[in-house]
């Protein structure tokens, strides 16, 4: 990301919401924007969660929703002009904020960056390289692949998804052939670190703990058993834009 650190980021302003679906399962609505002393308009992002794992995402350019698996929209949908609606607010709410603050800037938390496969390697089997980059901020950061000293594509990149202290985390997936002679890197560039950090993965690295690689597929959107909460967690998309649009109607 060229330039990266050349910018000056006001506060986060974080909107959060749950519902809560049993003991300890969590579904959220998370959105925040965030800018630069010189623009009004800079990133920002509107998603949904549950325990973690990203349902949807609207992608604010094209005005559309992002279902992390298919079979989500086959119970139900999200209006993405909602969405636009709560970053509106989430803009005139900062920038009142940043007057209040006398234009305070944010801390830069470097992140924290592991490099794992999704599966136990056997050579010559497709695989996963994960590379995570986690409990960072704010919410701008750039992860690039490199394969033997080349610049390789990544397959697919998460947006950010929040943690619990208000940092956040972020996944980029890279599809690959093992072999006992290629040496790949992860490549981190952020406002915390003062130089680009990269984490190199070759066949003779150990294998994850058994807990970080389930919560590193996790992520994924593949886990064993996610389809099975769909009805339940779209049900409560549902009753909670039923609710907003009943709210506003009453108002008219």
Not at 121 to 150: D, M, R, Y
Request: hydrophobic share 40%; charged share 20%; with cysteine.
């Amino acid at each position: 990301m060229k330039g990266l650190a050349g910018y000056l980021w006001l506060p986060l302003l974080p909107l959060l919401g749950g519902h809560l679906v049993a003991a300890e399962e969590v579904l959220s609505q998370v959105a925040f924007v965030q800018r630069s002393l010189t623009s009004e308009k800079g990133p920002g992002e509107f998603m949904f969660d549950f325990d973690g794992d990203e349902i949807f995402h609207v992608d604010l350019d094209r005005k559309e929703t992002v279902w992390r698996l298919p079979q989500f929209q086959e119970f139900t949908s999200f209006q993405a002009e909602g969405a636009q609606g709560n970053i509106a607010v989430l803009r005139s709410n900062l920038d009142i904020l940043m007057r209040r603050s006398n234009n305070t800037p944010a801390k830069n938390v470097p992140p924290k960056v592991l490099v794992y496969p999704e599966k136990p390697v056997v050579l010559g089997e497709p695989n996963v390289l994960i590379c995570l980059a986690n409990e960072f901020s704010p919410p701008v950061i750039s992860l690039t692949w490199v394969k033997n000293g080349q610049a390789v594509k990544a397959t697919e990149e998460t947006d950010f998804y929040p943690n619990t202290d208000n940092s956040f985390r972020k996944f980029s997936y890279l599809i690959f052939v093992p072999n006992a002679e290629d040496i790949y890197y992860c490549r981190v560039e952020h406002w915390g670190l003062a130089q680009p950090l990269t984490k190199e993965w070759n066949t003779n690295m150990p294998e994850p703990l058994p807990e970080t690689a389930e919560n590193v597929v996790c992520a994924l959107g593949l886990a064993v058993g996610i389809v099975g909460i769909i009805v339940g967690t779209v049900l409560i998309v549902k009753s909670r834009q039923k609710d907003e649009g009943n709210f506003r109607g009453g108002n008219l």
